[in-house]
């Protein structure tokens, strides 16, 4: 049988069905790699699979869960539905694609939207929210405490970028906003080296609001470059599930980490985590199933009981199946 993508012949019979790809659950990724080409290889695996049989149905493509509706069925055959995925296009998508698509913790992933929304608490940034409190600089006391001076120009933090490679395109260009900045940054520095900076930029604003805060002596520049280890220790363990299982005394009783191939999203990947670790606790002869997670949605994915042909809603059922 021959596939619709190039010139590589799969090795199946045309009898053969989709299960035939799966054992034990799982993507049969030697006969995948082994019957179609790299592309197509990789796109299956890709799919998430779960342990829930469940009927055939109409999915509509425009929805997350799949449902349709006669408005969105009417608005399209008018040629006036936009899919969701396409609705509020930000005139800086690039931006907002790029700063996501980085591999940097996610709290560093949240702390650079709020500065490209220039909504991180700075004393300015407080004062226009109608914060009782001064405008300048708490540490170098200049008039104005903005965005951008708190993290790359007061003069109580220029020690800690001097000897890195971010001094010179700091210096370079002009810009009237953050989110400018942040512009022309991007254009400065490649994926890898903006990595490294939007790390370095936070470990820079947590010493700060130590030495603000909590009183403690701002650090050598030396002594950031923990930062870097951060972002190494994150590289290294991206892709994997992390799982602890803890007894009601809260003895550890075990745990495992195991890689997971692409996550659709961050529920998702705790969703299958959740899930490995009740089929583990099954496996090993425990029936009494407690589930604690950080993640409210995904707790709220479990415990609402609607009916969801999505992947998130599928991966939920299975873990109540087995809960």
């Known amino acids: 049988m021959q596939d619709t993508l190039g010139d590589s012949i799969v090795a199946l019979d045309r009898e053969h069905s989709v299960s035939t790809l799966i054992r034990n659950g799982e993507w049969d990724t030697d006969l995948i790699s082994a019957s ?107 008039s104005m405490d903005s965005t951008s001076h708190a993290l790359f120009f007061c003069a109580a933090i220029k020690h800690l970028w001097k000897n890195t490679m971010f001094t010179p395109v700091l210096r370079g260009g002009s810009h009237s906003c953050t989110l400018e900045l942040c512009l022309w940054l991007k254009e400065q520095l490649s994926k890898a080296d903006f990595e490294n900076f939007a790390t370095h930029t936070w470990a820079v604003w947590r010493e700060k609001q130590n030495a603000i805060h909590r009183d403690k002596k701002m650090p050598l520049a030396a002594d950031v470059t923990w930062s870097l280890s951060l972002l190494s220790d994150f590289r290294k363990s991206k892709n994997k599930e992390q799982l602890a299982v803890i007894p009601v005394k809260g003895r550890l009783l075990l745990a495992f980490g195991k890689q997971i191939n692409q996550p659709l999203s961050v529920v998702h990947g705790e969703l299958l985590a959740i899930r490995e670790g009740i089929l583990l606790i099954h496996d090993k002869g425990f029936t009494d199933v407690q589930v604690a997670s950080d993640s409210l949605l995904a707790v709220q994915a479990v415990t609402t009981e609607q009916e969801d042909l999505g992947y998130i809603g599928l991966c939920a059922t299975a873990i109540r199946k087995h809960m």
């Open 36 to 142: 179609f080409n790299p592309y197509i290889a990789g796109e299956i695996l890709k799919i998430p699979l779960n342990d829930v049989v469940v009927r055939d149905s109409l999915f509509w493509k425009y929805d997350a869960k799949g449902r349709y509706t006669v408005k969105d069925g009417c608005r399209l055959q008018r040629g006036l539905f936009i899919p969701p995925t396409h609705q509020s296009v930000h005139p800086n998508e690039d931006w907002w694609s790029f700063i996501w698509n980085l591999s940097i913790p996610p709290k560093i992933h949240i702390f650079w939207w709020r500065i490209s929304h220039d909504c991180i608490p700075t004393n300015q940034n407080l004062y226009r929210q109608h914060v009782p409190i001064n405008e300048s600089c708490s540490l170098c006391n200049f």
